[in-house]
């Protein structure tokens, strides 16, 4: 018998715990305010002891901000599918359409998430650091879209960085309207402001 299943299986049931995990954190936040929890309040909530929440979350903020873990990742997998003659702007718009899915599939915990990160400053400044990571998944999805006649790694990183930004103001200005903004227009309006 080989050990592929049960590290699949092991892996899975990882994941549903951490997702458990992060579902009772996000829960308590909204009721008691981020600044007003603690990893023991967490811990409690969740029936897990303090170290077992913190196998699964280094920190509060990052039980927080779980929900953003893979983004960067689709993003630029969803770049590399682009089509080969499409420009990189439009390229990079057409990807974050993975990203918008989820305000779209539920609305009102996306919004409950947006107002929490952006009325925390903890947590808008660890998001944005998260989303540092994201520039050289960009980066690299352009290039190799390009090939070796491609743009500067300057360029590709000034694209990435302009990209991210759009993502993030489209996302500020949907929170700001309580969600009664349609944020795919929102985000079609931050990149044509840009577009070349």
């Given at each position: 018998?080989?050990?592929?299943?049960?590290?699949?299986?092991?892996?899975?049931?990882?994941?549903?715990?951490?997702?458990?995990?992060?579902?009772?954190?996000?829960?308590?936040?909204?009721?008691?305010?981020?600044?007003?929890?603690?990893?023991?309040?967490?811990?409690?909530?969740?029936?897990?002891s303090r170290s077992t929440f913190l196998r699964y979350f280094g920190?509060?903020?990052?039980?927080?901000?779980?929900?953003?873990?893979?983004?960067?990742?689709?993003?630029?997998?969803?770049?590399?599918?682009?089509?080969?003659?499409?420009?990189?702007?439009?390229?990079?718009?057409?990807?974050?359409?993975v990203v918008v899915g989820p305000y779209r599939q539920d609305p009102d915990g996306a919004l409950a998430l947006a107002r929490l990160v952006r009325e925390t400053p903890a947590l808008c400044a660890r998001q944005l650091e998260r989303q540092r990571t994201w520039y050289p998944l960009?980066?690299?999805?352009?290039?190799?879209?390009?090939g070796p006649s491609g743009s500067s790694a300057l360029a590709l990183s000034v694209k990435a960085a302009a990209a991210l930004d759009c993502l993030n103001i489209a996302?500020?200005?949907w929170t700001v309207s309580d969600g009664s903004l349609d944020l795919i227009a929102l985000l079609d309006e931050g990149f044509a402001a840009l577009s070349p």
């Open positions: 018998m080989s050990g592929a299943p049960r590290t699949n299986t092991r892996h899975i049931a990882r994941a549903a715990v951490r997702a458990e995990l992060a579902e009772v954190a996000f829960d308590l936040f909204r009721q008691k305010g981020f600044e007003n929890v603690t990893v023991n309040d967490l811990a409690a909530a969740a029936g897990v920190t509060k903020e990052d039980a927080a901000l779980s929900a953003f873990d893979a983004q960067g990742e689709q993003i630029a997998e969803a770049l590399r599918t682009r089509p080969a003659d499409e420009d990189d702007w439009r390229a990079l718009r057409s990807a974050m359409d960009l980066e690299q999805a352009l290039a190799e879209r390009a996302v500020d200005h």
